[in-house]
């Protein structure tokens, strides 16, 4: 009797994870391309030396981030020029080379 209960529940877990699965997939996939994924943060500094910009950045799911303030590497050097401190932003984050880069920023509208 107990095995069954024990199976019932196995079969509901993989059940429900099927699901997830399932669900998720399109919306994250149709997120990236709209650009829905953009996470919302503030120019703290800019360091020009350095090609860094100081962030304060809202959650960044794709690379496991919470809300923080840090520095990022830009791929694109020129917004180093374009934006100014206190400015707020969207942007998109990845991790390359072991270091966190801003891959997009926009102004926030
Ligand atoms: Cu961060």
Not at 10 to 25: E, G, V
Not at 38 to 59: F, M, N, R
Not at 83 to 92: E, H, L, N, Y
């Amino acid at each position: 009797m107990r095995l069954i209960r024990l199976l019932a529940a196995l079969l509901l877990l993989s059940a429900a994870s099927t699901f997830s699965a399932q669900a998720q997939t399109p919306s994250s996939q149709a997120a990236a391309k709209s650009g829905a994924a953009l996470t919302s943060a503030e120019v703290v500094d800019i360091y020009p030396k350095d090609g860094k910009v100081l962030l304060k950045h809202g959650p960044i799911p794709n690379i496991g981030m919470g809300a923080m303030t840090m520095e990022f590497g830009l791929k694109d050097k020129k917004a180093l020029t374009t934006f100014r401190k206190g400015d707020k932003v969207r942007i998109a984050a990845d991790q390359v080379k072991g270091e966190y880069v801003v891959t997009h920023i926009e102004t926030a509208k």
